[in-house]
């Protein structure tokens, strides 16, 4: 409740003083003015304005505002509430490493900096004998990604594009078993511009060969089989488009090919891919399982024992380890990865519905809403729809610089799934690797603007775009 409260006391000429006070929820006060009422009105607000005019303008105002924060509220704790409190994963999240300290008791489990560990004896190694072989905190975090992505191992790499560059390896440059041919990838066609630009320089070099497909069309889905592939490499929700991809079709029709699955959106919070028939899910941990933009790192979690031991002998072969104290940070935020996507998916979720008919908008990317084209798959397939929206903006480049540029709480900025909100120009920044012509296939236009929505206010996030947006129509 918002109450107006004007005091007016009578000064020795006849002028009446006033403090104009504002008091709102929970027993908050501040003060607007303090000093002669006609001197603040006439500065304020023209000569001739009365405390009495100034009052009712200034309550309808505030009432007006009120409402508006009330209904984002509303719609805000509506989507709270879709995130169950029983997600799979949500104790093993929390529990990882906890409590397993046998030398001291530590509930914490401490960072093993060290690069190298002693042999037992001569020819005895012990479990961990040099880090970039194995060491004992990245083994922590392995072990809870693969637990929470259904997996049989996984290796934790140094970035998220080593994890690509280690997946590769594995499966298409060094193939368990020799073929007179080269290897060959299908990969979706709006994937991550880092992954892009590399598929497509080593297929240049003729490493392998690649076949750049829309993959949430199920006729390209079916025909998957026809083309004899090592490796099918999705993202879904794809980046930036948000396409919506079926694993479990993709698995089925793709024969021999394993499926690797980018999971980085979505984290394995919200959608395990291994359950769908993948058979390897990536991630760049930088993002959401780390989720605080203070590390970087990618991890491949394998379905099978024998694909998690290849990966980590080429791993250990490459020297693609991740440090272990980065691999400390992202078990730190592995803990509190369900608490924050509970937020960042309700966040999501009534910022889209708020933006979808903004008339400076043209189109809006957003699994969550029921005018998405792949929602019910997403609905189906996930657990939630992420915290990624992308939006299209009527008059283009233009319109995305002056947008950027009105924003006080999205920083302009590559990465996403942090708790802090970012907006990035995929066009210029997240996707410059791709040529003109390869973005627009992708459908990657110059008015787009990526916003990863971070755990912010909901009410702060809604206003800072909706004064952005403002501004962008006014100046149109």
């Known amino acids: 409740m918002i109450i107006l409260l004007v005091i007016l006391t009578q000064g020795a000429n006849s002028c009446s003083n006033h403090a104009i006070m504002v008091a709102g929820d929970e027993g908050k006060a501040f003060a607007l003015h303090a000093g002669p ?33 009330r209904s984002v509220m509303s719609e805000y704790s509506a989507n709270l509430g879709h995130i169950h409190p029983s ?23 401490p ?11 001569f020819g005895q190694p012990r479990t961990y004998d040099y880090t970039r072989s194995g060491n004992p905190t990245r083994a922590e975090l392995e072990k809870a990604l693969a637990e929470l992505e259904g997996g049989q191992g996984a290796s934790c790499t140094s970035s998220g594009m080593s994890a690509v560059t280690l997946a590769l390896h594995t499966f298409v440059l060094h193939r368990e078993h020799k073929h007179p041919r080269l290897g060959r990838v299908v990969a979706q066609h709006d994937c991550y511009g880092g992954t892009h ?12 060969e690649l076949t750049l497909l829309d993959l949430s069309d199920p006729a390209n889905v079916a025909k998957l089989s026809e083309l004899n592939a090592d490796l099918v490499w999705l993202e879904t ?7 919506v991809i079926d694993i479990a079709a993709v698995s089925k029709t ?28 990536l991630h760049s941990t930088t993002k959401s399982i780390n989720g605080h933009s203070d590390v970087v790192g990618g991890a491949l979690v394998a379905k099978s024992k024998e694909d998690a031991e290849r990966v980590a002998w080429w791993c250990n072969c490459l020297g693609v380890g991740q440090a272990p104290f980065d691999g400390f940070l992202v078990l730190r935020g592995l803990r509190t990865l369900h608490a924050r996507w509970s937020i960042h998916e309700a966040n999501a979720r009534t910022l889209a519905e708020r933006l979808a008919h903004n008339p400076s908008i043209s189109a809006i990317h957003y699994p969550g809403l029921a ?9 189906c397939q996930q657990r939630g729809y992420g915290a990624i929206i992308s939006i299209e903006l009527k008059g283009g480049r233009d319109a995305a610089k002056h947008l950027v540029e009105q924003l006080q709480l999205f920083a302009l900025a590559e990465s996403l799934g942090g708790v ?30 990526r916003l990863s929505v971070g755990i912010e206010a909901i009410e702060d996030l809604v206003a800072d775009l909706e004064s952005g947006l403002d501004s962008l129509r006014q100046a149109a």
Do not use: W
Not at 113 to 121: D, G, P, Q, Y
């Open 197 to 208: 630009r590399l598929l497509t320089s080593l297929a240049e070099q003729g490493l392998f």
């Open 111 to 121: 960072i093993y900096l060290s690069s190298n560990f002693s042999f037992a004896k």
């Open 87 to 109: 997600i799979p994963g949500r104790t093993s999240a929390v529990r990882a490493g906890i409590g397993q300290d046998t030398a001291q008791g530590a509930i914490v489990p």
């Open 37 to 69: 009422a006609s001197t603040y009105m006439a500065s304020r607000f023209g000569a001739g304005t009365s405390v009495s005019s100034f009052v009712s303008s200034s309550a309808r105002r505030l009432m007006m505002g009120e409402r508006k924060r």
């Open 254 to 281: 793709s024969g021999r090919a394993r499926v690797l699955v980018d999971n980085t959106f979505l984290s394995p919070a919200l959608q395990n891919p291994i359950t769908l028939g993948a058979d390897l899910v």
């Open 237 to 243: 929700p794809s980046n930036p488009l948000l396409r």
């Open 420 to 449: 802090e909100s970012l907006v990035a120009h995929p066009a210029t920044m997240t996707h410059a690797a791709m040529d003109e012509e390869a973005r627009i296939h992708a459908g990657i236009t110059d008015g787009m603007l």
């Open 371 to 379: 005018t998405h084209p792949g929602h019910e798959l997403a609905r």
